[in-house]
């Protein structure tokens, strides 16, 4: 299996950055496509960033400009710089990767992000 473990979440005011970042273990070779989704209360889960092993990054449009993901392959980490946070922001975010050694994705068991004053 591959287990995946949030941190960095937190409250923060509006206008605020925080980073998220997310370490994988177990069976961590061939880890392919990494991200982070999220979800709001009452709300459905939604793509916020993607990053694939080669660098190219996805972002949701309502994050882009504001949010940045990046990933070190040697340590199978993969992290969410989360700037000029907004009220809309706040939710329980989740750390995704797909493992092409275990045919597919897993998941962290989130962490949540509260943007409030």
């Known amino acids: 299996q591959v287990q995946l473990v949030e941190s960095g979440g937190g409250l923060v005011q509006p206008g605020g950055s925080l980073r998220l970042s997310c370490v994988a273990s177990g069976t961590i070779f061939s880890m392919g496509l990494m991200g982070w989704y999220r979800q709001a209360p009452g709300k459905q889960r939604e793509l916020v960033a993607t990053?694939?092993?080669?660098?190219?990054?996805n972002y949701a449009d309502s994050v882009k400009g504001r949010f940045t993901i990046t990933r070190d392959n040697a340590k199978v980490t993969v992290d969410l710089q989360m700037n000029a946070l907004k009220a809309e922001d706040k939710a329980v975010y989740y750390c995704?990767?797909?493992?092409?050694?275990?045919?597919?994705?897993?998941w962290g068991q989130g962490t949540q992000v509260t943007v409030s004053v």
């Open positions: 990053i694939t092993a080669g660098g190219d990054t």
């Open positions: 995704n990767a797909w493992s092409y050694a275990k045919g597919g994705f897993f």
